[in-house]
């Protein structure tokens, strides 16, 4: 739809010769149903199984499109008001239609380029609530919505594990979307993710892709990589007689398949009563939930912040309202992580910077 205003709207009025409107159109189209080309590339519309430059391209030209679209429909409705206040027709010359077009060209690029970038560190304390002082101070790196894929290989894996190795953490997590594509299409791409280090470990939940393909041939392979996968499940990180919970639970979309549901009364059972609960969650929408069941801390991603300044207005209300960064939930912490990458159907970032997050625990006082 959005490409069809533009033809409509933008290409059309514009004083060009017949022969370059329709080589126009049909660029415009193809572009327009890259996610058709991602289906017939690989079965899955998540998974565009083509050269890297060429999804690239078709992000570039599909974030152009849905851009001009915007501006167009921005353009029309000043052109409207214009018309109203002089009570007569207004001409929009070409020069404002490729004024547009322009504009929505250079921030697509800029979009794509700021999602596909390897993201710095961002640095997060947060207060915990009964945390012993054997914890304070205690750093963990977030990585989350990796979308390790043909947009995301092997070589940009290796850097982000370069630097979460780098950031001298405690602990690192991985709150889920791991991948896009089977562990056959995956298997070099995912390789560097065995090479993550941190003196307590590498631990881990699915998030919604995993189970996209073929979630218990995923589940097995990552932890063959050493990563510990935490599906409704907990361990006790000790400082001395200190203990600090951390818990996962399975995806909300894993009933849809046939796997286990969240369940955080299983992923609890039998975790040390008082000590402070770090809960993995790959979906924020169930903060209020855990809050209530007195998790501390809640870590997620999937919302990917938005993407775009704005849009993050309409992915608020199917995520409860929880979109981007730090949320006081009750008397729970909730971080929701932009994502370290984000799918390669439709990667541009404009004003939501991708993050690879160090956390630091604070048994009191503020955060940042």
Not at 12 to 37: D, I, N
Not at 354 to 362: A, D, N, P
Request: glycine share 10%.
């Amino acid at each position: 739809m959005p490409c069809l205003l533009v033809l409509a709207r933008w290409l059309w009025p514009l004083a060009l010769t017949p022969g370059v409107k329709v080589a126009v159109a049909v660029a415009l189209l193809v572009a327009s149903q890259f996610h058709l080309w991602s289906r017939l590339s690989s079965g899955s519309v998540f998974d565009p199984e083509m050269p890297r430059g060429v999804v690239i391209l078709f992000n570039w030209a599909f974030g152009a499109i849905l851009l001009l679209a915007a501006f167009q429909i921005a353009l029309d409705l000043a052109t409207l008001a214009t018309m109203a206040v002089r009570r007569g027709a207004v001409t929009v010359p070409d020069g404002a239609r490729f004024a547009i077009a322009g504009i929505a060209a250079l921030l697509a690029a800029l979009g794509v380029w700021n999602a596909v970038r390897v993201p710095p560190v961002r640095d997060v304390e947060i207060a915990v609530p009964g945390l012993s002082p054997r914890f304070d101070g205690y750093r963990l790196i977030q990585l989350t919505d990796l979308h390790i894929s043909r947009l995301f290989p092997a070589a940009w894996a290796r850097a982000v594990v370069a630097r979460a190795n780098a950031a001298d953490a405690d602990l690192i997590v991985v709150t889920g979307d791991f991948i896009d594509g089977s562990v056959a299409m995956r298997r070099a791409d995912v390789a560097p993710l065995r090479d993550l280090r941190a003196p307590d470990g590498v631990f881990a939940i699915p998030g919604n892709h995993e189970y996209f393909f073929d979630y218990a041939a995923w589940m097995r392979h990552l932890s063959g990589l050493g990563i510990r996968m935490l599906p409704n499940a907990h361990v006790v990180l000790e400082r001395g007689d200190a203990r600090l919970v951390l818990a996962g639970v399975t995806d909300l979309s894993a009933p849809g398949v046939g796997q286990a549901g969240p369940d955080l009364d299983a992923a609890l059972s039998g975790a040390p009563a008082g000590a402070p609960v770090l809960l993995l969650d790959h979906q924020p929408r169930k903060a209020r939930r855990a809050a209530a069941r007195g998790v501390a801390v809640q870590l997620s991603g999937h919302t990917h912040g938005g993407m775009i300044r704005g849009l993050d207005r309409l992915v608020a209300p199917a995520n409860d309202g929880f979109v981007s960064g730090r949320y006081a939930v009750g008397g729970m912490t909730l971080y929701v992580n932009n994502g370290t990458a984000l799918w390669p159907g439709f990667a541009l970032r404009l004003g939501v910077p991708s993050e690879l997050t160090r956390i630091t625990l604070r048994a009191k006082g503020g955060g940042s």
